[in-house]
């Protein structure tokens, strides 16, 4: 069964960093494009950032380009989004997806939450 499994959200101040964690299982990660979408509160979900198959092209929604960044591990079956330059309005559940390729989404993780606060 395929699972995804998001951490390392949590409370940070405005200009900090988190460093999420997307885990696989039950599937062969390098086969997917993994994908970051952020909701926040009485918003629609919207996509972040991806990585796609093979040549791990990577994608940024113009609100968090220069500041995230994708990576993947298909070793280690895990994929981060390093976040820096924190905003209040990056405050959102952040959820991470597979799919065959990017701009499109077959599987959802859980979601890890993500607040950025003085």
């Known amino acids: 069964q395929l699972q995804l499994v998001e951490s390392g959200g949590g409370l940070v101040q405005p200009g900090g960093s988190l460093n999420l964690s997307c885990a696989a299982s039950?599937?062969?990660?390098?086969?997917?494009?993994i994908g970051w979408f952020q909701q926040a509160p009485g918003k629609e979900r919207e996509g972040v950032s991806c990585i796609s198959v093979g040549d791990g092209n990577t994608y940024y929604a113009d609100s968090v380009k220069g500041r995230f960044t994708i990576s993947r591990d298909n070793a280690k079956k895990t994929v981060y989004l390093q976040m820096n330059s924190l905003k209040p309005e990056d405050t959102a559940i952040y959820y991470c997806?597979?799919?065959?390729?990017?701009?499109?989404?077959?599987?959802w993780g859980q979601g890890t939450q993500v607040t950025v606060s003085s």
């Open positions: 997806t597979a799919s065959p390729r990017c701009g499109r989404v077959d599987y």
């Open positions: 039950g599937f062969t990660l390098a086969y997917y494009a």
